[in-house]
């Protein structure tokens, strides 16, 4: 079965923080994609990233950076020096190659304090 | 610019009543999908269709119901509301390829069932 984990269910943090959000994900499919998504306290979902299975390379994108580690199923989400924008909930999700469905954890909510 | 729109953003109704919520693209999306978020449970996919004429039930169908006489819509409906079906509606779609694409997801919609 497939299915994914967000265990923290809500983080507070301090402004200028790092925090890192937990996802693990279970499939026994060999290819996969996984992705994160935000939504801001106006509701809208927005795409922030999608990795391959056969891609284990980290990204980095300006305070956002994305740890994929196979052997531990987990695809970690980590923001550094954080800011009160960053205030949100965070999903992870799991797509399947053999369908174009997602499966999303149950999200994270992050609140950053001034 | 393309986009996905819902329609209505905010909708009250009484139990027993058919309700009926538009989700319209012009992504030329292949792939639609409605979603329902509730808190803990992240977002539940509902129904979704791969093209014109195809439709499936996802891991929460009872209730509702999808058709697809075009590209650009997927409407769902609530035969006979629900307390239990107060819930924001959210609509995505993507494209086909080589790679499993992103969904981009509507504004959504807030139901309450009175």
């Known amino acids: 079965a497939q299915k994914v984990t967000q265990a923290q269910t809500e983080i507070s943090v301090v402004e200028k923080e790092d925090v890192t959000l937990d996802c693990v994900y279970e499939?026994?499919?060999?290819?996969?994609?996984l992705f994160w998504y935000k939504q801001p306290p106006s509701g809208e979902l927005v795409f922030l990233i999608r990795?391959?299975?056969?891609?284990?390379q980290n990204e980095i994108s300006g305070r956002y950076s994305w740890n994929f580690q196979k052997s531990t199923s987990s695809f970690n989400f980590t923001i550094t020096a954080s800011q009160v924008v960053d205030s949100a909930v965070y999903f992870c999700?799991?797509?399947?190659?053999?369908?174009?469905?997602?499966?999303f954890g149950s999200g994270t909510r992050l609140l950053v304090r001034p | 610019d393309a986009e996905i729109t819902q329609s209505p953003r905010h909708k009250i109704t009484e139990t027993g009543r058919q309700v009926t919520l538009a989700c319209h693209q012009t992504w030329n999306h292949n792939n639609m999908f409605w979603y329902r978020q509730d808190l803990g449970h992240g977002l539940r996919l509902i129904h979704y269709?791969?093209?014109?004429?195809?439709?499936n039930k996802g891991e929460v169908s009872d209730g509702y119901s999808v058709s697809r006489s075009n590209t650009e819509d997927l409407p769902l409906t609530l035969e006979s509301a629900a307390s239990s079906q107060t819930s924001v509606y959210f609509c995505a779609s993507s494209g086909t390829g080589v790679l499993f694409n992103e969904q981009f997801f509507g504004p959504g919609t807030r139901l309450t069932v009175l």
């Open positions: 999700a799991l797509g399947m190659d053999s369908s174009y469905k997602l499966i």
């Open positions: 269709s791969y093209g014109v004429h195809d439709t």
């Open positions: 499939t026994r499919d060999t290819t996969y994609y």
């Open positions: 990795r391959n299975s056969f891609d284990e």
